[in-house]
Structures are given as structure tokens and as C-alpha cells.
């Protein structure tokens, strides 16, 4: 196989090959809104099972969405990267049946390191967190034998 000449179309191509093994965000009901090279914007309804004790959406499912966005952001270029290190700062509840929009978009890639910052708000309310994580690419592509990566 060969690199797609169009970022866009290896940056979407990336994305479908994460997602068809990416079983911790289907069984989580979150879904692609668009992908783009160093950008991903996932949406996740908060359903009655993710709220804890205070009827609010945990906060670790905040940051699986924020940090599946942040992956799927940084594998876009058919490198496979991992995090290296994120933080979270949570800024409002997100409750249930509110639909979650996590914005992901680089900042800074140089080498085989990265900085990105993904914004989670309510669709159609407020701010719910910030989200920064830096990654770390590591040997092999997200498609296996593609070349000139």
C-alpha cells in the first residue's frame, strides 16, 4: 500500500483503522465528528451508568472522551503515538443525558514529541474541562504497511 498524497484522506484513513479496534470508545456510545491532520472533535452522550454519587458524569469518563480525542488527534499522521504524560482541569458537571464534544488540536510537534490541548464542553452549553497531553511517538503506523510514512 501507499501514503494517500492528501493529508486529509490519511488523516481520515488513520481514523478508521483505530476506530475498528478502538473497543473502549464504542462501548462508551462516543462517536467521530471529524478528524483532520493533528485535529479530532468525538462527541459522548452521558448516559444514567456514567453518573457517580453526586448524579454528575464521572469525571474519568471526562477524560477517557478528552483522551481518545487527543489520540485519535496525534495518530493522525499514520504514526502511532502514545501519551506521554496529561492533565485535567475541570471546569463545570457535565450530567446525564448532555452530549459531550471534545475538541482536540496540536499545538506543537517536533520530533517524536507533541503537545495538545482538547477543550470539552456541553454541545449547545458551557465549558466542562481542559485537557492538555503530550505525546510520544513510537515505532510502527497506525496502517500497517504503508509506505513513505
Request: proline share 3%.
Amino acid at each position: 500500500m501507499t501514503v494517500p498524497s492528501d493529508p486529509q484522506a490519511l488523516a481520515e484513513q488513520a481514523a478508521e483503522a483505530m476506530w475498528s479496534r478502538d473497543r473502549a470508545a464504542q462501548t462508551l456510545g462516543m462517536s467521530r465528528v471529524s478528524i483532520a491532520p493533528g485535529q479530532a472533535t468525538l462527541q459522548m452522550v452521558v448516559r444514567p451508568d456514567m453518573t457517580n454519587g453526586h448524579h454528575i458524569c464521572h469525571g474519568g469518563l471526562i477524560f477517557t472522551l478528552a483522551d481518545t480525542a487527543f489520540a485519535y488527534a496525534c495518530n493522525s499522521y499514520n504514526q502511532t503515538t502514545v501519551a506521554s504524560g496529561c492533565n485535567i482541569d475541570f471546569l463545570a458537571p457535565a450530567r446525564e443525558g448532555d452530549t459531550l464534544e471534545a475538541v482536540a488540536i496540536e499545538r506543537s510537534a517536533a520530533g517524536r514529541t507533541g503537545v495538545y490541548d482538547v477543550d470539552v464542553r456541553v454541545v449547545g452549553g458551557g465549558a466542562v474541562a481542559l485537557f492538555r497531553g503530550k505525546s510520544y511517538r513510537i515505532k510502527g503506523e497506525v496502517i500497517a504497511g504503508l509506505q513513505g510514512t
